[in-house]
Nanobody, 126 residues
Framework: EVQLVESGGGLVQAGGSLRLSCEAS????????IAWFRQAPGKEREGVSC????????DYVDSVKGRFTVSSDNAKNTVYLQLDRLKPEDTAVYYC???????????????????WGQGTQVTVSS
C-alpha cells in the first residue's frame, strides 16, 4: 500500500523560508513521480512541482520558479520542497501526491495522481 507522509509547514513572514517533506512508502521501484500541489481558500488546487524519481528531473509552475526548489533522496524515498522568498499569495494547504511512472505533461492535473498526503498548512503573513 502506497502512503505519503508530509511534514513541515507553518507560519512565516513574507520573504521567509520553509521546508516541506514528503516521505513515500509502498513503491517497489523508483519509477514513480511525486508532485506538490497547493490549494488556497476559495481557489482550485494548483500544481507546484513534479519530480520524476527515476532520474530526479523536476518541473515547476511558473509562479514559483526561482523561489521554490525541489530535492529528492531516493534512499529515503523522500522529496523536499524548499520554499524561499515566500509571498502572502503562497498561503495555502500544500499536498504531496504520487503516481506510478514519470511526470507527464510537466506537473499534470490533480486527478492524474492516485496517492495523496494529508496536507500541511503554509501561512505567509505580510
Amino acid at each position: 500500500e502506497v502512503q505519503l507522509v508530509e511534514s513541515g509547514g507553518g507560519l512565516v513572514q513574507a520573504g521567509g523560508s520553509l521546508r516541506l517533506s514528503c516521505e513515500a512508502s509502498g513503491f517497489t521501484s523508483d519509477d514513480y513521480a511525486i508532485a506538490w500541489f497547493r490549494q488556497a481558500p476559495g481557489k482550485e488546487r494548483e500544481g507546484v512541482s513534479c519530480t520524476s524519481m527515476s532520474d530526479g528531473s523536476v518541473d515547476y509552475v511558473d509562479s514559483v520558479k526561482g523561489r521554490f526548489t525541489v530535492s529528492s533522496d531516493n534512499a529515503k524515498n523522500t522529496v523536499y520542497l524548499q520554499l524561499d522568498r515566500l509571498k502572502p499569495e503562497d498561503t495555502a494547504v500544500y499536498y504531496c501526491a504520487a503516481e506510478w511512472g514519470p511526470c507527464v505533461d510537466d506537473i499534470g492535473e490533480s486527478y492524474e495522481y492516485d496517492y495523496w498526503g494529508q496536507g500541511t498548512q503554509v501561512t505567509v503573513s505580510s
